[in-house]
């Protein structure tokens, strides 16, 4: 009985150190009546030729299924009517709108908080996308300054005044650049997002 008590206690006590120590994602809880993913938009490129089940590896006949954008919701208990669509910029995913590279609230939570169904949208060629239609060939280009001037965080190394961001976290938010979207790919992803929404 003893130990089951201090167990219950020393648990008790790890529980609320992490819970102290932690940055929380929620400020408040919120309930999600309905959560998914979905793709939306993209393309379909064919092969001329015949496929053959003996050589899989010949393209001829094969066909690819890309430039699709990916689009994660969550929708609150009493929602409002209009949901809120979020689309990054250049540079970025998803990710972008989730939570802060310091751990706070993104508008995602800010928004689900308020009572707002969220979208967001990794647009296609980007994030969880998936296959682009276009050949890819992709850098490791050091640009960490480039990004940190275009977000206006500040003149590399220094940040403004007031600025709340960690550098090291931030640029980790950064995803490399594939081909260019075409408005074709970006406008059926987002049509096929705002026809589900």
């Known amino acids: 009985m003893l130990k089951a008590k201090a167990a219950k206690v020393l648990a008790l006590m790890v529980l609320t150190f992490a819970a102290a120590t932690s940055v929380?994602?929620?400020e408040k809880p919120v309930l999600i009546a309905e959560q998914g993913s979905f793709a939306a938009g993209g393309t379909v490129v064919r092969s001329d030729g015949s496929f053959n089940y003996r050589v899989p590896s010949d393209q001829s006949g094969q066909s690819l299924h890309g430039d699709h954008a990916y689009v994660?919701?969550?929708?609150?208990?009493?929602?409002?009517?209009?949901?809120?669509?979020?689309l990054h910029g250049a540079g970025q995913s998803a990710k972008t709108w989730e939570t802060t590279p310091d751990g706070r609230d993104g508008f995602q939570n800010i928004f689900l908080g308020k009572?707002?169904?969220t979208y967001l949208i990794d647009?296609?060629?980007?994030?969880?996308?998936?296959?682009s239609?276009?050949?890819e060939n992709i850098s490791a280009a050091t640009y960490d300054q480039l990004w940190f001037s275009n977000?206006?965080?500040?003149?590399?190394?220094?940040?403004?005044?007031?600025?709340q961001f960690s550098k090291n976290q931030g640029f980790s938010f950064?995803?490399?650049?594939g081909p260019a979207h075409t408005a074709r790919s970006?406008?059926?992803?987002?049509?096929?997002?705002?026809?589900k929404a």
């Open 151 to 163: 977000f206006r965080l500040g003149n590399w190394p220094e940040f403004f005044e007031g600025v």
């Open 72 to 86: 994660f919701y969550q929708k609150p208990a009493k929602a409002h009517k209009y949901p809120l669509v979020f």
């Open 133 to 135: 239609t276009a050949a």
């Open 174 to 177: 950064c995803v490399p650049g």
């Open 115 to 117: 009572g707002y169904s």
């Open 186 to 195: 970006r406008g059926t992803g987002l049509l096929s997002c705002y026809r």
């Open 24 to 26: 929380q994602a929620f």
């Open 123 to 131: 647009q296609p060629r980007r994030g969880r996308a998936g296959q």
